[in-house]
Structure formats: structure tokens, C-alpha cells
């Protein structure tokens, strides 16, 4: 048997730093030592698994907000760092990290926890269901033209990258996006980036509308070695924060007024992007994969429906099945005009996985029922779909 404690001090961070490390095999290496590892871990959050006195699995977390549809914004577990010695697999370790990090998660107060998956058959067991997902495109800059009708937000600018990060925070910190599914950004996240940076070429630039930052891009060259004379010079967007659609279009406007870059690489955007609409030739873009972006868990069920808005339309009865976290099991009503708990079996029976599929809005309760993961008839999924549906795909926006 194992056992699971809080790790605190740094040598216990930085050895939890080393089991995540050693178990996902081909991370970059990041040069955590003893003296920094504290501001890469939020206190008391990180969690080890001990075999003995050997630390042989972990997992960590950092709370923020994450944006509900309707706008409001709910307590945030981000949930990272999670790994096991691959001498230790198959015995239940992670298992029990996570069902303990899940009931601490829930006694605090949190509302949902998030978290990005190496692989897709792990975090379902315990209540996780893909909330939002990305696609990845590519912009061919020769045929790429902005259509004469995308208007103009604001100004653009190249700011120096040295200090530039703090900005970058704050411009978010300032400017949330109402998107559902955006998630604040932590500090320990701006710190582990703080750690990576190095001294190859990048490159910032600020948007203002009325003299105020309101979003930023943050971009390289794939390949500097091949840049003087490439044939095919390529750019790739590491970041980007942009609140609305207007400033999207004027950090686009901007990035397609570099000279010599050939292709422009989006990692993730939402799924909905409006970025083949803003060029007159779509195939300049290119929406190559999409991914699912967001592992969400609902922690406290009724607070997170409670949270968000609904469309217009008849309210639905919703029946909640949830092991991990059996205050949660139960009926809810759902209609426009809020949630109460109500006794008895509901029009539509779900478990708190696929819950967490359509909180929001990245899912229909249809297509959950045509793979059989929702049991209702045909009415009340209609009824549900009315009222979940939101009129933007859910996005967060940040790797984690
Ligand atoms: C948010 C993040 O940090 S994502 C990064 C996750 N970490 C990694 O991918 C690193 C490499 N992998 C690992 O460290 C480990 O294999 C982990 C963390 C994925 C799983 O840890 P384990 O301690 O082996 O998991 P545990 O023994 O608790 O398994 C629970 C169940 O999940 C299944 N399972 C766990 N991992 C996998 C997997 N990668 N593929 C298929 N099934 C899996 C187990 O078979 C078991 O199934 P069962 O309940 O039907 O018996």
C-alpha cells in the first residue's frame, strides 16, 4: 500500500518535479532546481504518493476562475503535474491521488477542476468529460488577404520582450474574455514559462482600442538556422489573447503584415474560429486537427448549473450519477429561471462525466444520447439541447 501525503517542502517538490518528469519520458527538460521550485507550486496543493520513504507518484494544482456560460466565473481547480514511476503503474496510484485531490478539491469550496490529457482513456473514471475542445491551423501568407470588410478595432504595436511577460498577465488579468470555458491564468504558470525562456528570437505584440491593451499575440520562427535564406519560412502563434473577435481580426491584420514569413501556425483556437471568414481566399487557411482541449470535472454540481445561464424553452429534470462524489448524485430541475433539487428519477439520467461534456456548451445532450451515454427520450432532449446550447464554442485558451 502507498501513501498519499501533502508534499511541502521544496526537496519534496522538486523530487514530485522528477516523478511527473521521469513519468511522461519526453518533456523538454526545465532547469527546476531546489531554489525555484516553490514558485512553480501553489502551497499545499501538490500531492505524493510514497512507496515506503520513495515518492513514486504525484499529482498538483493551482485555483483560479473558469468562465461559465452567461459569463460568470466559478472556483477552478487546474489540475497538472500528474504522473507515476513507471516501476509503479497498474496499482491503483494514480487512482488515489486523484480521488484525494478531487475530495480535497470539492471541501474547499471549488467549484469545477480542469486538466489537459496525455491520453484520453485516463481521467474519465473519475469524472472527467471533455468540455472544450481546439483546432489547429495554418495560414498561407501569399494567399492570404484580409477581406476590405474587417474593420479596424484598434492599434497594434511590437512591445520588448524583456519585462513583457508581466503585461501579457496583466492585459488577461484585465480583459477576461467572456468566452465559456476561458480560464484565468496562474501565477506559477507565468512562472514555469519565466523558466523556459530562452534567448532564441520572439516576438510580442500589443493591441490597444482607446488607448487601452486589451490583447496580445506572442510569436516565433519555427526554425531560425534556416531563416536567411529559407524557402519556407515558418511562424508559429505561442500565445494569444484576444477578449473579442474585433481584436482578433487586428492581431490577424498585424501577423499578415510580417514580411518574409510564409506560413503562419495557430496551435489551438476555438473551434468556431473566425479565421477562414476574415480572408477573401478560405483556403489561405487551413483548419488542420481539433483536439479536445479541456478535461473538466464538476465538483459541486449544483452550483455549477446554478452558475451559468440557459437559453429560453420548458425546464428539464436531470438525473446525476457520480461515485467519486456522492453529494452530487441526485435529481436537479433546470430552466431558465435557475436550479432546485428535486426528488425522484428525471426526464434525462447522465452521468456526471457527460455532465460535464454539455456544462458548457461543447456538446449536444443529442449526440451524448446517439452514443448512449444519455438515457432520455426525444423530447427532453430536445428541451435540454435549448436550454444548454450557447451561441460561441467554449475555448480556454492556455495549455496547463
Ligand atoms: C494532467 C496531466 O498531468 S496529464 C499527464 C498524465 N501522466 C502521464 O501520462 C505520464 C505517464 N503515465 C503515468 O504516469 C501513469 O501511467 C498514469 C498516471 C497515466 C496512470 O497511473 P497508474 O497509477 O498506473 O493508474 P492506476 O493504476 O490508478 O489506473 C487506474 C485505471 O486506469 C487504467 N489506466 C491508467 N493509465 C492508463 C493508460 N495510460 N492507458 C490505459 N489505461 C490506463 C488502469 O488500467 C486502471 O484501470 P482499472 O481501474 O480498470 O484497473
Given at each position: 500500500m502507498v501513501e498519499i501525503r501533502v508534499l511541502r517542502t521544496p526537496d519534496e517538490l522538486l523530487a514530485s518535479q522528477q516523478?511527473?518528469?521521469?513519468?511522461?519520458?519526453?518533456?523538454?527538460?526545465?532547469?527546476?532546481?531546489?531554489?525555484?521550485?516553490?514558485?512553480?507550486?501553489?502551497?499545499?496543493?501538490?500531492?505524493?504518493a510514497y512507496d515506503g520513504s520513495t515518492l513514486v507518484g504525484t499529482t498538483d494544482g493551482g485555483v483560479g476562475a473558469l468562465t461559465l456560460p452567461g459569463g460568470a466565473a466559478v472556483s477552478h481547480l487546474a489540475v497538472t503535474h500528474v504522473g507515476v514511476l513507471p516501476t509503479h503503474t497498474r496499482r491503483g496510484i494514480v487512482s488515489a491521488l486523484l480521488r484525494r485531490q478531487l475530495r480535497d478539491a470539492r471541501d474547499a469550496g471549488h467549484v469545477v477542476a480542469t486538466l489537459r490529457a496525455s491520453e484520453a482513456v485516463i481521467y474519465g473514471r473519475y469524472g472527467y468529460g471533455v468540455a472544450t475542445s481546439s483546432v489547429r491551423a495554418e495560414v498561407i501568407t501569399a494567399r492570404a488577404r484580409l477581406r476590405d470588410g474587417v474593420a479596424t478595432s484598434g492599434t497594434t504595436r511590437l512591445v520588448d520582450r524583456e519585462g513583457s511577460l508581466d503585461r501579457q498577465a496583466a492585459i488577461l488579468d484585465e480583459n477576461p474574455s467572456a468566452r465559456p470555458g476561458f480560464v484565468s491564468r496562474l501565477s506559477i504558470w507565468w512562472a514555469a514559462h519565466r523558466l523556459r525562456e530562452d534567448d532564441k528570437p520572439v516576438w510580442v505584440a500589443v493591441h490597444s482600442t482607446d488607448g487601452r491593451d486589451d490583447g496580445y499575440v506572442r510569436y516565433r520562427p519555427t526554425d531560425p538556422s534556416q531563416w536567411w535564406s529559407g524557402a519556407d519560412r515558418r511562424v508559429v502563434v505561442e500565445d494569444l489573447h484576444a477578449p473579442t473577435d474585433a481584436v482578433f481580426a487586428d492581431l490577424l491584420r498585424f501577423l499578415l503584415r510580417l514580411d518574409l514569413v510564409d506560413r503562419i501556425t495557430f496551435p489551438a483556437l476555438p473551434v468556431d474560429t473566425v479565421l477562414p471568414l476574415l480572408v477573401?481566399?478560405?483556403?489561405?487557411?487551413?483548419?488542420?486537427?481539433?483536439?479536445?482541449?479541456?478535461?473538466?470535472?464538476?465538483?459541486?454540481?449544483?452550483?455549477?448549473?446554478?452558475?451559468?445561464?440557459?437559453?429560453?424553452?420548458?425546464?428539464?429534470?436531470?438525473?446525476?450519477?457520480?461515485?467519486?462524489?456522492?453529494?452530487?448524485?441526485?435529481?436537479?430541475?433546470?430552466?431558465?429561471?435557475?436550479?432546485?433539487?428535486?426528488?425522484?428519477?428525471?426526464?434525462?439520467?447522465?452521468?456526471?462525466?457527460?455532465?460535464?461534456?454539455?456544462?458548457?456548451?461543447?456538446t449536444s445532450w443529442r449526440a451524448l444520447a446517439t452514443a448512449g451515454l444519455v438515457t432520455a427520450d426525444a423530447d427532453a432532449l430536445a428541451a435540454a439541447d435549448a436550454l444548454f446550447a450557447t451561441d460561441r464554442a467554449p475555448f480556454a485558451g492556455v495549455g496547463f
Amino acid at each position: 500500500m502507498v501513501e498519499i501525503r501533502v508534499l511541502r517542502t521544496p526537496d519534496e517538490l522538486l523530487a514530485s518535479q522528477q516523478v511527473f518528469r521521469a513519468a511522461m519520458v519526453g518533456l523538454p527538460s526545465l532547469p527546476v532546481t531546489r531554489d525555484v521550485v516553490s514558485t512553480l507550486r501553489e502551497p499545499g496543493l501538490t500531492y505524493g504518493a510514497y512507496d515506503g520513504s520513495t515518492l513514486v507518484g504525484t499529482t498538483d494544482g493551482g485555483v483560479g476562475a473558469l468562465t461559465l456560460p452567461g459569463g460568470a466565473a466559478v472556483s477552478h481547480l487546474a489540475v497538472t503535474h500528474v504522473g507515476v514511476l513507471p516501476t509503479h503503474t497498474r496499482r491503483g496510484i494514480v487512482s488515489a491521488l486523484l480521488r484525494r485531490q478531487l475530495r480535497d478539491a470539492r471541501d474547499a469550496g471549488h467549484v469545477v477542476a480542469t486538466l489537459r490529457a496525455s491520453e484520453a482513456v485516463i481521467y474519465g473514471r473519475y469524472g472527467y468529460g471533455v468540455a472544450t475542445s481546439s483546432v489547429r491551423a495554418e495560414v498561407i501568407t501569399a494567399r492570404a488577404r484580409l477581406r476590405d470588410g474587417v474593420a479596424t478595432s484598434g492599434t497594434t504595436r511590437l512591445v520588448d520582450r524583456e519585462g513583457s511577460l508581466d503585461r501579457q498577465a496583466a492585459i488577461l488579468d484585465e480583459n477576461p474574455s467572456a468566452r465559456p470555458g476561458f480560464v484565468s491564468r496562474l501565477s506559477i504558470w507565468w512562472a514555469a514559462h519565466r523558466l523556459r525562456e530562452d534567448d532564441k528570437p520572439v516576438w510580442v505584440a500589443v493591441h490597444s482600442t482607446d488607448g487601452r491593451d486589451d490583447g496580445y499575440v506572442r510569436y516565433r520562427p519555427t526554425d531560425p538556422s534556416q531563416w536567411w535564406s529559407g524557402a519556407d519560412r515558418r511562424v508559429v502563434v505561442e500565445d494569444l489573447h484576444a477578449p473579442t473577435d474585433a481584436v482578433f481580426a487586428d492581431l490577424l491584420r498585424f501577423l499578415l503584415r510580417l514580411d518574409l514569413v510564409d506560413r503562419i501556425t495557430f496551435p489551438a483556437l476555438p473551434v468556431d474560429t473566425v479565421l477562414p471568414l476574415l480572408v477573401h481566399d478560405r483556403r489561405a487557411v487551413r483548419l488542420q486537427s481539433t483536439s479536445d482541449e479541456t478535461w473538466l470535472r464538476i465538483l459541486d454540481i449544483h452550483a455549477a448549473l446554478a452558475a451559468r445561464t440557459y437559453g429560453s424553452g420548458s425546464p428539464v429534470t436531470v438525473t446525476v450519477d457520480d461515485d467519486e462524489l456522492p453529494e452530487n448524485a441526485g435529481t436537479v430541475e433546470v430552466g431558465p429561471d435557475g436550479v432546485r433539487r428535486v426528488d425522484g428519477p428525471g426526464a434525462v439520467r447522465v452521468h456526471v462525466r457527460e455532465l460535464a461534456a454539455v456544462l458548457l456548451g461543447g456538446t449536444s445532450w443529442r449526440a451524448l444520447a446517439t452514443a448512449g451515454l444519455v438515457t432520455a427520450d426525444a423530447d427532453a432532449l430536445a428541451a435540454a439541447d435549448a436550454l444548454f446550447a450557447t451561441d460561441r464554442a467554449p475555448f480556454a485558451g492556455v495549455g496547463f
